[in-house]
């Protein structure tokens, strides 16, 4: 019977798959024009993280405006961005790490680290953009944030679940490469007389 469970040698790959998981809800963050939106009917307003668009009930068009113009704009997206960028290279480092025969664990910790270093960025990020920019930027109607910042919250959140994963990871060493033999627990008839 194979049994495979988390520090296994077999599974490896499971980590570096969670971080291209949250590589793809980065992106939908990042691209996502859904930060803020309208709640109901008339959609009058809507925000990405790089421009926040209103346009009057009767009016069809979108009147945008950069939000790379305000100081926490700018800050917000660089955090994020900054933050996406070192996540990207994780992965890599990740593929890399798992690829190889000989598991070097101190990379692996130092992946961890990087993980928690990419949290830190997007939290920032998270944090500053609906503070300051529902100071600076009047709102329509009533709003609310939606799916692409649920997208980078959900992005956070797995990054993490795999920096703890991959700074525990050393401290299964021997169970991910296999060094330790199974144990066989056998009881003597004396001792179970009911197996007879």
Aim: charged share 15%.
């Amino acid at each position: 019977m194979v049994v495979c469970g988390l520090a296994c040698w077999r599974c490896r790959w499971l980590l570096p798959l969670l971080l291209g998981l949250a590589i793809i809800m980065g992106i939908i963050a990042l691209a996502g024009r859904g930060w803020l939106e309208s709640e109901s009917e008339p959609y009058v307003q809507q925000a990405s993280l790089w421009e926040s668009c209103t346009r009057g009930e009767e009016d069809l068009n979108w009147n945008c405006e950069s939000l790379m113009d305000y100081g926490w704009g700018r800050a917000a997206a660089a955090t994020y961005l900054v933050g996406f960028v070192i996540l990207v290279i994780c992965f890599a480092l990740a593929v890399i790490a798992f690829s190889i025969e000989i598991l070097r664990f101190n990379f692996v910790r130092g992946i961890g680290g990087l993980l928690f270093v990419v949290a830190a960025f997007q939290i920032i990020g998270l944090v500053i953009y609906p503070v300051k920019f529902t100071e600076d930027i009047p709102l329509m109607g009533d709003n609310m944030f939606s799916w692409a910042y649920g997208f980078g919250w959900a992005s956070t959140v797995v990054v993490i679940g795999c920096a703890f994963f991959f700074c525990c990871l050393p401290n299964w060493e021997d169970e991910v490469l296999g060094n330790i033999k199974p144990t066989y627990y056998y009881s003597s008839p004396e001792r179970a007389p009911y197996l007879n």
